[in-house]
C-alpha cells in the first residue's frame, strides 16, 4: 500500500502552502505547525513532509526550532529540506531530530559534496529532492533554474547508492489538479531500485488510489488536506487498515 506523507511547509514558522511555488501566493493553515503535526500523529501517520520555505529562499535553515518542537513532542519520522547548503547545516537539521533530510540544490551545484553525505549518512538518511518544472530542475526555493532533467540528475546518483527521490512538478504545486502520472510511473521503472515519491497536484483521495494501483510506493499531500478534500477521518482509516495489513503480514 501506498505511503501517505503529510506536508508541512513553512514561513514565518507558521504552517503555510504555496501555489505553483510562488511565495506571493500563499495561505497560512495553521500559525502553531506542531498542531497540524499532532493532528497528523493521531490518524496513525507516521512520516512528515517539513519544508522551510524561509530556509530554501535564505540558503540556510531558518525554522530548525519548529522541527525540535515537532521531533521532541510527537513520534512521527520528519524529513526537512530548505536550506541545506552545507555540511554544517545538514548536521544541524539531524541534531534538531530529522530523521532523513532532502537536498535538492545542492545536489546539482556541489553534486561531489551530495555524494560524499550519501557516504557519510546513509542513503536511509539522505533524499534526493528532484523538484521540475518543464522538464528541468528548479533550485533554490523553485526561483532558479537549472540546466539538468529529472532523470538525468537521478542517474548521476544512481552509482553513490542514493535509494529515495521525491519528485515535485512544480506547475501541479498546490494547484488541485491531479498529479502528473505519466511523469512519475516513468521515472519509477527507469529507477526501480529508488523509492521514487510522488508530489504536487494531489486533488482527491482518488488520486491517491490511482497512484497506488500504479504501484507507486509513496505520495506527499499537502494543500488536499488543508482544504477539507481530503479528510483526517480517511487518513485514519486508511492507515488503520496499513497496520491491520503489516499484522496479518507478519503472521
Known sequence: MIEIIPAIDLIGGQCVRLTQGDYDRRTTYYKDPLDAARRYEDCGIRRLHLVDLDGAKAAHPVNLNVLERITVSTSLQVQYGGGIKNAEALRDVFGSGAARAICGSIAVTQPDAFREWLAEFGSAKMILGADTRDGRIAINGWLEAATVGVE??????RGAGLSQVICTDITKDGMLSGPSVPLYLQLQK?????????????????DIEELDRN?????????????????????????????????QQRC
Not at 538525468?152 to 546518483?157: A, N, W
Open 190 to 206: 527507469t529507477f526501480p531500485e529508488i523509492d521514487v515519491t510522488v508530489s504536487g497536484g494531489i486533488s482527491s483521495w482518488e
Open 215 to 247: 504501484g507507486l510506493r509513496s505520495v506527499v499531500v499537502g494543500k488536499a488536506i488543508y482544504e477539507g478534500r481530503i479528510r483526517f477521518e480517511q487518513l485514519e482509516k486508511y492507515m488503520l487498515t496499513v497496520r491491520t495489513d503489516k499484522n
Open 152 to 157: 538525468e540528475l537521478i542517474e548521476s546518483f
